[in-house]
């Protein structure tokens, strides 16, 4: 990345702090005069979260040549979160993180990292039990694993999640109740919604499920008591 001027420090720092407690979120862009910033609105209504608005990204794009994404840290270091170091590979841009409001910089490059299947954070949307599913298969077996087309639904963990029950879509089939689970099988669970089940977690043998619930790391647990009551489904993809 270019060196950063302290006049774009100075326009990066004012709008995390008019941000603040929610993260600011904005891009470097080259127009004909050098680099710019170009404050964009930040669509999450997490305060430790950003989702750059996908028209204020194209109005950059129409102007000039996006250098790099850059957003705030509230009231914690710079360093990159394991979504920072996934959102810069995805767009193949260097970051720059700011510290709010202690000021501190941090920048970054894509480098090939990809999130690990244990421990990793949650977030809706991006890294979530279904992304864990996807990415262990994608992983493990090199095979790709996408839901239907509408994606997810609101208040998913409530009423639950109805490409859960479409397993099919995915290239799943229904294990038989009077089978024993194998390597690789997929737990649909249902976790205190009205409905559908809202929750999936993989068999890893020997008794254990890989799973991801809100406000947790992902993680290994026995599989057994609660959640083998809380199963609705065992699936297995047709390719096993």
């Known amino acids: 990345m270019n060196a950063i001027t302290p006049e774009l420090l100075a326009a ?3 709008h995390a702090e008019s941000a603040a407690p929610n993260e600011c979120c904005g891009l470097l862009v080259a127009l004909s005069d050098g680099i710019n910033y170009w404050p964009c609105r930040n669509r999450s209504t997490l305060f430790n979260q950003f989702d750059l608005h996908p028209e204020d990204w194209a109005d950059a794009e129409d102007i000039g040549e996006i250098k790099a994404v850059v957003h705030s840290h509230v009231d914690q270091s710079a360093a990159p979160s394991q979504m920072d170091l996934v ?68 208040n ?17 089939v229904e294990v038989p109740q009077d089978q024993p689970p194998q390597l690789h099988d997929v737990f649909l669970m249902q976790i205190k919604s009205d409905d559908e089940p809202n929750h999936a977690g993989i068999y890893l043998g020997d008794g254990l499920m890989l799973h991801h619930l809100e406000e947790r790391l992902s993680e290994r647990v026995p599989y057994g008591g609660f959640w083998q009551k809380a199963t609705r489904y065992t699936v297995r993809h047709e390719s096993l």
């Open 87 to 154: 959102g810069c590979e995805k767009t193949g841009l260097p970051w720059l993180i700011v510290s709010h409001p202690a000021g501190e910089i941090c920048t970054f490059a894509p480098n090939g990292y990809q999130l690990p299947l244990l421990g990793r954070q949650f977030v809706w949307g991006l890294c979530d039990c279904f992304t864990l599913v996807r990415d262990y298969y994608r992983d493990t077996l090199n095979l790709t694993i996408k839901p239907p087309p509408e994606g997810y639904t609101p």
């Open 156 to 172: 998913f963990w409530k009423k639950g999640q109805r490409f859960y029950s479409r397993f099919r879509e995915w290239g799943f």
């Open 12 to 14: 990066i720092r004012a």
